[in-house]
Nanobody, 123 residues
Framework: QVQLVESGGGLVQAGDSLRLSCAVS????????MGWFRQPPGREREFTAA????????YHAEPVKGRFTISRDNNKNTVYLQMDSLKPEDTAVYYC????????????????WGQGTRVIVSS
């Protein structure tokens, strides 16, 4: 059973930074594509960023491009989402997800999900 545990969320002001972490229990972490998705209040879960197993391919959604950066440490079984210049519209529950296939923005193609960490950005 693959377990994903997110951490690092909280309440911040616009313009601040946060770094989210997602620790994965599975020893084959280095073979997984990892993704970050977010679900703003009252809206559907949406793609935020993804990174391939070898980290040679990364995708960032347009609303976060240039402000957020996904990365991974295969020695620590952890994927990160560095979030800079936060805006109130970034307020959401952030989820990490894993899949054993190639990198994709499609949430329905991810096999494993964490419980989420809440980020609130005040203006």
């Amino acid at each position: 059973q693959v377990q994903l545990v997110e951490s690092g969320g909280g309440l911040v002001q616009a313009g601040d930074s946060l770094r989210l972490s997602c620790a994965v229990s599975e020893g084959t972490f280095r073979s997984y594509t990892m993704g970050w998705f977010r679900q703003p209040p009252g809206r559907e879960r949406e793609f935020t960023a993804a990174i391939s197993a070898s980290a040679d391919t990364v995708y960032h959604a347009e609303p976060v491009k240039g402000r957020f950066t996904i990365s991974r440490d295969n020695n620590k079984n952890t994927v990160y989402l560095q979030m800079d210049s936060l805006k109130p519209e970034d307020t959401a529950v952030y989820y990490c997800a894993a899949r054993s296939g190639s990198v994709t923005r499609n949430k329905y193609q991810y096999d494993y999900w964490g419980q989420g960490t809440r980020v609130i950005v005040s203006s």
